[in-house]
């Protein structure tokens, strides 16, 4: 183990939180992270991984090591509704009696997702990738991602607190502060333990990647990355720079407000790439004209999926700042959404 790692774990041991790290074998990502903070006998849990039955099994495991001499988990908190951080939410409320944390817009999201079985959702997703170029191949094979992806969202129990911007809540000794951030997710919670410098993430910070942020099918003119900036950049005012943290996907890791620097500074690149796309072109161009110009590298179907929505972010944020205007071209059949440079 070298110095840093060695001293990531000393710091962790002494904050008596523990990270269990949950295999996904076909998922880029590797594997997604739980979290279970320790102060004398409470434990509260941070997510509940994927709805995925070695999950669960590794879950009750750890769960069971705690509770075996009388410890109490006190609460869970889920940071948002994706399905890799929710998959034993109800469970883990059933089985162990805790109180459920959560944030209003994620548990809405979550709770509708898990609930809604209208074809109409589909029919809105197919039609997306229509009106934005791409062929029926694209659009299908996008499409069948979302189909998939219906059954991984659990129902989502009643909670006991909804988490805010700006709250601040008590696990005996420790005081976390609750941040907020929009654009990955619609209201990610991230928790700041200022007094010993750790900050849970989860997804609004990753170490090797950059986190998601996507517009997506049933809420299109949405800007998510002008609201992920402006959270992100409120984060980073936030913290000590040698801040240590704790992502939902990797190991911790030190120098959040670098990293935070470095996501921000990817954005900007992002931009100016599309902004010179466009401005080459002498006629307005759909995502479909360039997307792969944007990433230079082949897709798989979630590359698809998600390489599409993240495009469509930027693109609804340069024309919020009045850099690029959207073009609608219609037919009798269809409307065709393109853009061009201003």
Not at 19 to 38: D, S, T
Not at 99 to 126: N, P
Not at 319 to 331: A, G, M
């Amino acid at each position: 183990m070298n110095k840093v790692n060695h001293n990531i774990e000393e710091l962790l041991t002494k904050s008596g939180i523990e990270r269990l790290e949950l295999p996904m074998p076909k998922n880029a990502l590797g594997h997604v992270n739980v979290y279970f903070i320790r102060q004398n006998d409470h434990v509260w849990i941070i997510d509940s991984g994927m709805r995925a039955p070695e999950h669960q099994a590794l879950i009750k495991e750890k769960i069971d090591s705690y509770t075996v001499d009388g410890t109490k988990i006190d609460a869970l908190i889920i940071t948002h509704y994706h399905p890799d951080h929710i998959g034993w939410t109800g469970w883990v409320k059933d089985y162990t009696g805790c109180k459920f944390y959560m944030s209003e817009k994620e548990w809405f999201m979550g709770r509708w997702l898990a609930t809604d079985k209208t074809d109409d959702y589909l029919e809105i997703v197919r039609s997306f990738y229509y009106m934005h170029g791409f062929d029926d191949e694209i659009a299908a094979l996008c499409t069948s991602y979302f189909e998939a992806s219906r059954p991984s969202f659990p129902p989502l129990p009643s909670r006991e607190k909804t988490l805010k911007q700006g709250h601040q809540i008590a696990l005996v000794e420790n005081n976390y502060d609750v941040f907020t951030v929009t654009g990955h997710s619609p209201e990610h919670v991230c928790l700041y333990d200022r007094d010993n410098n750790i900050l849970f993430s989860i997804d609004a910070v990753l170490e090797f990647v950059t986190p998601n942020v996507s517009t997506w099918a049933f809420s299109p003119h949405d800007n998510p990355l002008q609201s992920f900036k402006e959270d992100l950049e409120r984060l980073g005012q936030a913290l000590e720079e040698d801040c240590l943290v704790l992502p939902g996907h990797g190991k911790p890791f030190f120098n959040g407000k670098k990293r935070i620097r470095e996501i921000l500074k990817h954005h900007e690149r992002r931009e100016d790439k599309i902004l010179k796309i466009l401005s080459y072109s002498d006629h307005a161009l759909s995502i479909a004209d360039f997307i792969k110009d944007i990433y230079n590298r082949e897709f798989s179907c979630i590359d698809w999926v998600f390489g599409i929505g993240e495009a469509y972010s930027h693109l609804n944020y340069l024309e919020s700042t009045n850099k690029i205007e959207r073009v609608e071209q219609k037919t009798k059949e269809s409307t065709i959404v393109q853009w061009a440079s201003l």
